[in-house]
């Protein structure tokens, strides 16, 4: 099964505090945590960001809640629909860190 946390780009950093703290509970209550030795701890596979088509240039707290979590952001929605859902565009985002 795939975990993924769906968060709004527009909320910026508050995004990052999400992540964190559902990271923190899915590796908390999910079944087997609880279970001592080798069991693997559950947590998020990957970041599904909305609201990404309204944030231009500020992408900080993207790069941010993948140093944080270590998954990928494995989709960007920049629309209302389901084909507004698209792949992130790696080189578009490092080029909007770097002016």
Do not use: H, W
């Not at 999400?18 to 701890?41: C, E, H, I, T």
């Not at 900080?60 to 698209?86: E, H, I, N």
């Amino acid at each position: 099964d795939l975990v993924l946390f769906v968060g709004e780009a527009l909320v910026g950093n508050d995004a990052v505090d999400q992540l964190v703290k559902f990271n923190r509970s899915l590796a908390d209550l999910a079944p087997g945590a609880a279970m001592a030795g080798n069991a693997k701890r559950r947590i998020i596979d990957g970041i599904v960001l909305t609201k990404f088509d309204t944030i231009d240039d500020k992408v900080g707290a993207a790069l941010s809640m993948v140093y944080a979590s270590g998954a990928p952001v494995m989709f960007v929605g920049c629309g209302q629909t389901y084909v507004d859902l698209k792949r992130l565009n790696v080189k578009s985002v490092v080029k909007s860190l770097l002016k």
